[in-house]
């Protein structure tokens, strides 16, 4: 008989608080009441009827936010890169073609995680900031001949918006699938799936939903799932093939669901009610909010003598705001400083911005010019109390 040697551990042996924070930074956002008491309610099974109902009425909101009527539409168990895997791993087989727009850190991942599976990954390149013309990317899309393009439609690494009109069309034009990431911008910024001739689309829970972290809205159109359901190899990854999925979904026309993995039933609860609320507010209205509190918080940065990161007001983020690092500062101590003082969470660049910017994030609930005044009162105070270097 053995006996236990290693004593429990006394951090778990007495209560911990998470202390109460503003999230005001470029993701997760603040989760609302009415989400926080829909996530805590009794557990029930993940094969139980009254959790395919659930289900049911997640993809229903999805097509709404989508804008799609596809009927391969669910939300994956787990955060936006597994929905990004889960684009890629489906669609894409080893010794394939792939295109990736990069202006920003959300293109590198899709790159890297195409040439983990054996992918020819082509890129074109632009720096944080800007954006890609059409015809940049139908000249990328005739020399490379990819069956997959990516873009990132809200890059909250550089807080550009990209435009999207027409590249649905260039992609179908040259008889490649068109992917693309929203979770920064899905609810903050118009985009319609169907109408723009979007193959894929996917987001997270945790931005303008005001979900937890955890699940990530999906949606496949026809000619995606053609490609995707005639490979010919298996997905490199079990947990994300839609194969599986499709029939836990629904999706499938079966008519039994079989079990495939246990699915996220508190984050389900939680993904249905945010959609609820988004679907009570109406997408034109919620996008409507997001652009103007977006404009006050800009107008109220000139004020303050600080100057945004993207120079062309058409393609500015309404969901998530860069801010150049304002000469002499360094930016980790204004983030550290506005924590402190005013429990308001923003954050430094990622990737290519990184040091560059300062990001806020005002995205679903948290997008209110109340909340923007807030900000722009602690980083009225952080440049005032921050050490300004002379050099």
Not at 12 to 33: C, I, K, N, T, W
Not at 153 to 176: F, R
Not at 287 to 308: N, S
Not at 311 to 324: G, H, S
Request: proline share 7%; net charge neutral; hydrophobic share 40%.
């Amino acid at each position: 008989m053995f006996s236990t040697s290693i004593p429990p551990p006394t951090c778990l042996l007495q209560p911990f608080e998470a202390p109460y924070r503003h999230m005001f930074g470029p993701g997760p956002s603040d989760v609302p009441p009415r989400v926080l008491t829909a996530g805590g309610r009794p557990i029930i099974g993940h094969m139980h009827k009254e959790m395919f109902e659930i289900m049911d009425h997640i993809k229903k909101g999805i097509q709404y936010a989508f804008q799609t009527q596809n009927s391969m539409t669910i939300a994956m168990s787990g955060s936006g890169h597994t929905a990004m895997e889960c684009a890629i791993f489906n669609t894409v087989e080893p010794g394939e073609s792939v295109l990736m727009a990069v202006n920003g850190i959300w293109g590198e991942r899709a790159a890297e995680m195409a040439e983990r599976i054996g992918a020819k990954v082509n890129t074109i390149v632009t720096p944080p900031g800007s954006y890609f013309t059409n015809e940049e990317i139908e000249q990328a899309l005739a020399k490379h001949n990819p069956v997959l393009f990516f873009l990132t439609h809200g890059e909250s690494s550089s807080g550009v918006v990209h435009p999207i009109d027409g590249i649905g069309d260039l992609c179908l034009k040259h008889n490649c699938l068109f992917l693309v990431d929203s979770v920064a911008s899905l609810g903050g910024s118009p985009i319609y799936m169907d109408k723009q001739c979007i193959d894929i689309l996917y987001t997270g829970s945790q931005k303008v939903l005001n979900s937890p972290p955890g699940t990530a809205p999906i949606s496949f159109s026809e000619r995606a799932c053609k490609k995707m359901f005639n490979r010919k190899t298996k997905p490199v990854s079990y947990l994300l093939d839609m194969s599986w999925l499709a029939n836990y979904w629904g999706c499938d026309g079966k008519p039994a669901r079989m079990y495939h993995h246990t699915g996220p039933v508190s984050g389900f609860f939680s993904l249905r009610e945010s959609l609820a609320i988004l679907a009570e507010t109406g997408l034109e209205d919620s996008w409507k909010r997001h652009k103007e509190v977006a404009e006050h918080l800009h107008k109220g940065l000139e004020d303050l003598g600080l100057k945004l990161f993207v120079e062309d007001k058409n393609v500015r983020l309404p969901t998530v705001t860069t801010i150049v690092v304002p000469p002499g500062y360094d930016w980790k101590e204004i983030v550290a400083y506005v924590m402190k003082h005013h429990q308001i969470e923003i954050s430094g660049g990622l990737g290519p911005s990184a040091g560059m910017v300062l990001r806020v994030g005002l995205m679903g609930c948290n997008s209110s010019k109340a909340n923007a005044d807030m900000v722009l009162a602690a980083l009225g105070d952080a440049l005032k109390c921050c050490h300004k270097s002379k050099v």
